[in-house]
């Protein structure tokens, strides 16, 4: 039987068989002293995946698009103080996203805090406000039994938590030195310990539900942030059987019909209150995560439902001041339920109408596109039609998000972005990450800020040889242009707007990716040579700064004449 090098320290030993045994395997480690006895025990058992990631803030959104694709906890490893600080915009996003993520914070003893030791800070309760739970291990020169079992109990509670509601968990672990001393094991089959993953039993909807859903006769479905794959073609159609009902998919939801309208700002954008009040619906139904559009939220606060159901195992978001009922199943469990029983007992055209409305804005979107001058908006069109039918692609936010959401993408496209706090720092950082499970042709697209902010993503071995990335660089925040404000006040460029001269190449140069600047001539060409080549790349698109905003002002109403 074959041995491993592991640390001499029990504690840290009882962690990395706890690990394997809850079949954790990807775990990502950022360098350091005080978590040398963790690092040495994980990178040296052939059961797990180690990755060094030095930048903290970077490793946690690495580890987050790992387990963004796996939908099972990943493991981060760091030293005490500072370092851990670097995780939290990462654990603030899984938190709201509902991705599961093991914090592991080596810490020193107890005694040694706030007396002026280096390298020290308050770790415990760090996180408290966004996380699902928080485990204070204990630790004594002397590693009894009794402090051992009181250990194991908080380490499985800890990782259940995480694997069963989905979230992120901070184990923090005080280690005394010596750090360094190993010992020689013998490696064993993990012993593995079953988790009860089903917090939700089968759904079976009760008659009242049934007969509100039946009697509504303007039934409108939002959906937010979803994973591929979360509801089956079959049960979108027999939803959509129903003329009373009303579909709005986001380009995150990954939903895709050809009575779904996929692009909700070009439906409700210039409409008039009496337009609004026909809109308006007797029934809400959202699932999913966090919605991207601005402007239908507006609307569902300003003319709300009377009824509003959320479904979703474990939260609901009253988004809309209206919320009325939290339905705890899946998507896919709830309406396979509710359709079964389904009855029009009086005729609507709620859905035709708006559906009709719809493919009039296509058309002025359309027409728009055919004389827009070059800018942003013009550059996502050639970009959306040219994107390979089957790829997996990460989006930053702010403007790139919605942009893209102007776009019907193709249905074999995997969308991605960091909805759950909506931030432009992390997007390159969980676009690797994530294009280590993900086999489909990875691609990010970001903005200039976004790109530049998380320029250390590239600072690693991990990046699949096929990754590309465009960069929409309008030389700063162009999304803060399109905001109400006055653009001509002397704080705006600098503090706002945030205006500068980058460009990607010597980054590019640095990390050894192919590069590509293009400033909209032959475009379709550079994407098309882009997009079939091999090798990882960057595309660099720059556009005119005072042009975007003006040019997506005037979109919206001119797609309504």
């Not at 475009?523 to 040579?529: C, G």
Request: net charge neutral; with cysteine; aromatic share 10%.
């Amino acid at each position: 039987m074959d041995s491993i090098i592991t640390s001499s320290i029990p504690l840290a030993q009882q962690i990395i068989t706890t690990c394997k045994a809850k079949k954790i395997k990807h775990i990502v480690i950022s360098p350091g002293s005080r978590n040398a006895p963790l690092t040495i025990s994980f990178s040296n058992d052939p059961y797990f995946k180690s990755y060094s990631i030095v930048d903290e803030r970077c490793a946690a959104f690495f580890a987050l698009g790992i387990a963004q694709q796996l939908n099972k906890p990943v493991a981060l490893v760091c030293t005490s103080g500072s370092a851990l600080l670097n995780y939290y915009p990462a654990i603030a996003e899984a938190f709201y996203s509902d991705i599961p993520l093991l914090i592991l914070s080596a810490d020193r003893p107890k005694e040694r805090i706030d007396i002026g030791d280096g390298q020290t800070i308050r770790q415990e309760g760090v996180f408290k406000n966004h996380i699902l739970h928080e485990a204070n291990l204990e630790s004594h020169m002397e590693y009894s039994k009794n402090l051992s079992f009181a250990n194991y109990n908080k380490l499985i509670l800890a990782i259940d938590t995480s694997v069963v509601h989905k979230g992120p968990v901070h184990i923090n672990i005080p280690f005394y030195e010596p750090l360094y001393n190993t010992v020689e094991v013998k490696t064993t089959p993990p012993e593995l310990l079953k988790t009860n993953t089903s917090i939700v039993n089968t759904y079976h909807c009760d008659k009242k539900t049934e007969e509100i859903w039946n009697k509504a006769r303007k039934k409108m479905v939002l959906v937010g942030v979803l994973p591929p794959n979360q509801i089956d073609d079959s049960v979108l159609d027999q939803l959509l059987n129903d003329p009373s009902v009303l579909l709005f998919t986001e380009t995150t939801s990954n939903l895709h019909h050809k009575k779904a309208i996929p692009s909700i700002d070009q439906l409700i954008a210039e409409l008039s209150e009496t337009e609004f009040n026909q809109l308006q619906p007797d029934l809400l139904l959202t699932f999913g995560g966090l919605v991207v559009s601005k402007k239908i939220k507006a609307f569902l606060r300003k003319f709300s439902p009377l009824t509003h159901w959320h479904v979703d195992v474990k939260k609901a978001y009253d988004t809309y001041g209206c919320l009325t009922m939290h339905i705890k199943t899946t998507p896919q469990s709830f309406l396979t339920s509710l359709l079964k029983n389904k009855s029009i007992d009086k005729p609507s055209n709620y859905q035709n109408f708006w559906l009709d409305q719809y493919k009039q804005r296509l058309k002025g979107h359309y027409n728009y596109l055919k004389n827009v001058p070059y800018s942003d908006l013009l550059v996502f069109d050639k970009i959306i039609k040219q994107l390979p039918t089957e790829s997996h692609l990460q989006l930053s936010n702010s403007s790139t998000i919605r942009y893209t959401q102007l776009f019907q993408l193709p249905k074999g496209v995997e969308v991605f972005c960091n909805r759950g706090t909506s931030g432009i720092d992390g997007t390159t950082s969980t676009a690797i990450g994530a294009a280590i499970i993900n086999k489909k042709p990875p691609i990010l697209i970001t903005g200039d800020l976004s790109f530049f902010y998380d320029s250390n993503a590239l600072w690693n071995n991990y990046i699949p040889e096929d990754f590309k990335i465009i960069v929409i660089n309008n030389d700063g925040g162009g999304i803060f242009r399109i905001l109400p404000g006055n653009k001509n006040a002397n704080y705006f460029s600098t503090f706002l707007e945030t205006t500068h001269e980058l460009k990607a190449d010597k980054l590019a140069a640095m990390f050894e990716f192919d590069y590509v600047l293009n400033t909209g001539e032959n475009l379709e060409k550079v994407l098309d040579d882009f997009f079939k080549k091999k090798g990882k790349l960057i595309l660099e698109i720059h556009t005119p700064r005072l042009v975007n905003d003006a040019v997506l002002l005037k979109y919206f109403s001119k797609i309504r004449e």
